[in-house]
């Protein structure tokens, strides 16, 4: 790979733009995502959020869910925001019924676990791996991680309140998923984490 990794956001649904300007404003070139083939030509992948009912079924109509599937377990690196968390999640509660995910991580997530009350909100997060301040992590109908398994790294927890403790940042390995959106709020280090693992990869 080039100085310049190549990473593609999966365009079918959600904030895609925001992601690719938080991309190529750290050096990365980014690419929207809609074909099969165009998986082949990009060094990582960004699922963003939106509403991960309406991308599963979409990746299916488009036929992007096996070759999704395929290049995640052989190795892609890909970063999932808030639906997009929930895309790369092995196993989801109260997914609707048939919903299905790419997958990759070992672990449980649930949809719009925080709940009507605070269907936004926005937490200061120390995130493991990201140097300086806790980051400003904003939800939206956010999923949390309910469960992980040996394998896989939790990087940030609600630090305080009532949803105190809840995993809300995990790693395995090359894949990186936040129940949070960082492409919203100015704050690149998540990103800037991502990338730097997508280098890594080459
Ligand atoms: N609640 C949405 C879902 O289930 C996620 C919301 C988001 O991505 N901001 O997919």
Excluded at 63 to 68: A, G, K, S
Excluded at 89 to 103: P, Y
Excluded at 110 to 120: C, D
Excluded at 131 to 148: H, N
């Amino acid at each position: 790979m080039s100085a310049t990794p190549t990473i593609g956001v999966l365009a079918l649904q959600g904030d895609v733009a925001e992601h690719q300007r938080v991309l190529d404003g750290l050096g990365a070139r980014s690419v929207p995502v809609l074909r099969a083939e165009q998986l082949d030509r990009v060094d990582g992948l960004v699922v963003p959020g939106g509403e991960s009912t309406t991308m599963s079924k979409l990746a299916v109509r488009y036929d992007l869910m096996e070759p999704l599937r395929k290049h995640v377990r052989s190795g892609l690196p890909a970063y999932g925001t808030c639906a997009g968390m929930i895309m790369l999640a092995d196993r989801i509660l109260d997914g609707t019924a048939g919903q299905e995910t790419i997958g990759g991580i070992d672990m449980t997530v649930r949809r719009n676990a925080f709940g009507r009350q605070t269907e936004s909100f926005e937490a200061a997060v120390r995130i493991d791996g990201v140097a300086g301040d806790p980051f400003d992590a904003v939800f939206i109908r956010a999923p949390w991680v309910e469960s992980v398994g040996p394998g896989v790294a939790v990087l940030g927890q609600v630090p305080r309140g009532e949803r105190a403790g809840r995993i809300v940042a995990v790693r395995q390995g090359s894949l990186l998923a936040t129940s949070f959106h960082p492409e919203l709020t100015g704050d690149a280090r998540i990103h800037r984490l991502f990338v730097d693992m997508v280098k890594g990869h080459a």
